[in-house]
């Protein structure tokens, strides 16, 4: 929570990093939660033999999601019947119940059942909704062998009519409490002792507005932020190489390069291992990659094996996600006495500066050093003798930014020709 003056706010403003980083809280267990309900899909379809194809969203997109699709063979020989199914989960902070759960089950192209509940942290996880049990139910389903609509589809008219998802945090005052309180003994019939009440109230609730008319002060309540932070990349650079005869030695050549960059880093870098997977014709690939994040500077690093050859390069981008502050209510707070105005966070974009562009090209030039003296290394120990071009492939940067020349802009509105251009800021 911190004070703020009355006033005009604008409905998107910067987050980062004037708010603190809230670890272990709603955005990390909803991470989790769509860890175990994809690892709960693979499982499901492993015990039936199933040819499925389980995505999840990447690390730091909100609203998360886990999407499941499923080709059954069906009895003719040349058809297959096709199921998805779509998990949804969106956070709710400062509300009662704190998540939004969205899914829906698409049969042989048909949108079958879609349900939308909001649900409390610890309830996503029940038998009937997103459980273990009702995953399973749900592959079941869509493998053929289950044929009662899943707890999860069932419908439940009276679920949520009489359970509004309130803002704890907000209500009213005692002086308002009391006056709706004298208002509804007022509008009794009971005589002169009616029209005393009717006054008292107009009198409390007027001396209530009275006291929020002088009272300018605003309470903003913020839930904090994802320790993640979204990625949207602009490219930058590139270099790759292809060294002959030691394929085989992909993995111990990524591991000690990972070792030589976590030993020679600058100090606010941040050197880890990403897992990407990727959809190719009939298999989904999965790979390692070595992240280098400085500021808004990203590098990855490929070390991947092509049977006796090495492949080994790396791309530099200019991180320009961000989290932006946006209203969820405003209202009254009982537990300060003033007024209040709650907020969350949401994905967004920040323009680049020229100050960034050069924490880009500085990372980029000192990853591009260790590599090269890394492959060098590696060619001197297994006494390969090949010629390596060390050239880097650079990248338009009024492109990467997105700048056009005049021409290219005629067509474009402002809005777009102005959505990355790079702005210098002193």
Same mark, same amino acid.
């Given at each position: 929570?911190?004070?703020?003056?009355a006033?005009?706010?604008?409905?998107?403003?910067?987050?980062?990093p004037f708010l603190r980083v809230?670890?272990?809280?709603l955005?990390?267990?909803?991470?989790?939660?769509?860890?175990?309900?994809?690892?709960?899909?693979?499982?499901?379809?492993a015990k039936?033999?199933?040819?499925?194809?389980v995505?999840?969203s990447?690390?730091g997109?909100?609203?998360?999601?886990v999407?499941?699709?499923a080709?059954i063979?069906?009895?003719?020989?040349?058809?297959?019947?096709?199921?998805?199914?779509?998990?949804?989960?969106?956070p709710?902070?400062?509300?009662?119940?704190?998540v939004?759960v969205?899914t829906?089950?698409?049969?042989?192209g048909?949108d079958?059942?879609?349900?939308?509940?909001?649900l409390?942290l610890a309830?996503?996880?029940?038998?009937d909704?997103?459980g273990d049990?009702?995953?399973?139910?749900?592959?079941?389903?869509?493998a053929?062998?289950?044929?009662k609509?899943?707890p999860?589809?069932?419908w439940?008219?009276?679920?949520?009519?009489?359970?509004?998802?309130?803002?704890?945090?907000?209500?009213l005052?005692?002086?308002q409490?009391?006056g709706?309180?004298?208002?509804?003994f007022g509008?009794?019939?009971?005589?002169?002792?009616?029209?005393?009440?009717?006054?008292l109230?107009?009198?409390?609730l007027?001396?209530?507005?009275?006291?929020?008319l002088? %009272?300018? =002060? #605003?309470l903003?309540?913020d839930?904090? +932020?994802?320790?993640? $932070?979204? /990625?949207s990349l602009?490219?930058?650079d590139?270099?790759?190489a292809?060294?002959?005869?030691?394929?085989?030695e992909?993995v111990?050549?990524?591991?000690?390069l990972?070792e030589?960059?976590?030993s020679t880093?600058?100090e606010e870098a941040?050197?880890?291992?990403e897992?990407v %997977?990727? =959809? #190719?014709?009939?298999?989904?690939?999965? +790979?390692?990659q070595? $992240?280098? /994040?400085?500021?808004?500077?990203?590098?990855f690093?490929?070390v991947?094996?092509y049977g006796e050859?090495?492949y080994?390069?790396?791309?530099?981008?200019l991180?320009?996600?961000?989290?932006k502050?946006?209203?969820?209510s405003?209202?009254?707070?009982?537990?300060h006495?003033?007024?209040? =105005?709650?907020?969350?966070?949401q994905?967004?974009?920040?323009l680049?500066?020229?100050?960034?562009?050069a924490?880009?090209?500085g990372v980029?030039?000192?990853?591009?050093?260790q590599?090269?003296?890394?492959?060098?290394?590696l060619m001197?120990?297994?006494?390969?003798?090949?010629?390596?071009?060390?050239?880097?492939?650079?990248?338009?940067?009024d492109?990467a930014l997105? =700048?056009?020349?005049?021409?290219?802009?005629k067509?474009?509105?402002?809005t777009?020709?102005?959505?990355f251009?790079?702005?210098?800021?002193?």
């Open positions: 929570m911190r004070p703020a003056v006033g005009r706010v604008d409905d998107v403003r910067k987050a980062t809230e670890n272990g809280y955005w990390d267990y909803c991470e989790v939660e769509l860890d175990r309900i994809a690892t709960a899909f693979r499982q499901a379809a039936r033999n199933l040819t499925v194809f995505r999840r990447p690390l997109t909100w609203p998360g999601w999407s499941f699709d080709w063979p069906d009895r003719n020989i040349w058809t297959t019947a096709r199921f998805r199914i779509n998990v949804k989960l969106t709710l902070p400062h509300h009662r119940r704190e939004l969205e829906s089950l698409h049969d042989r048909i079958r059942w879609t349900t939308k509940r909001q409390a309830s996503i996880k029940d038998p909704m997103l049990a009702a995953i399973d139910q749900l592959v079941d389903y869509a053929g062998t289950g044929n609509r899943p999860l589809f069932r439940k008219p009276f679920t949520n009519l009489f359970r509004r998802n309130k803002i704890p945090n907000l209500g005052s005692d002086l409490k009391a709706f309180g004298l208002l509804i509008s009794l019939p009971i005589g002169a002792i009616s029209i005393i009440f009717l006054v109230s107009f009198l409390v007027g001396v209530d507005g009275l006291i929020r002088t %009272d300018r =002060r #605003v903003v309540m839930c904090g +932020r994802p320790a993640s $932070v979204p /990625r602009l490219f930058l590139t270099w790759y292809l060294v002959r005869g030691i394929g085989r992909a111990p050549c990524r591991e000690s990972l030589r960059l976590r880093c600058p941040v050197i880890g291992l897992t %997977d990727y =959809r #190719v014709l009939d298999d989904l690939i999965a +790979r390692e070595i $992240v280098v /994040r400085f500021r808004r500077a990203v590098v690093c490929h991947y094996g050859d090495l080994v390069g790396w791309d530099a981008h991180d320009c996600g961000d989290w502050e946006i209203d969820v405003q209202g009254y707070s009982p537990v006495g003033v007024k209040a =105005r709650l907020t969350t966070v994905s967004g974009i920040t680049p500066t020229n100050y960034q562009l924490d880009a090209n980029a030039e000192w990853v591009h050093r590599i090269r003296e890394h492959v060098k290394l001197a120990e297994h006494a390969i003798d090949q010629e390596i071009d060390f050239t880097i492939i650079r990248g338009q940067r492109d997105g =700048r056009r020349s005049d021409s290219d802009s067509n474009e509105s402002k777009q020709s102005r959505r251009r790079m702005r210098r800021i002193a």
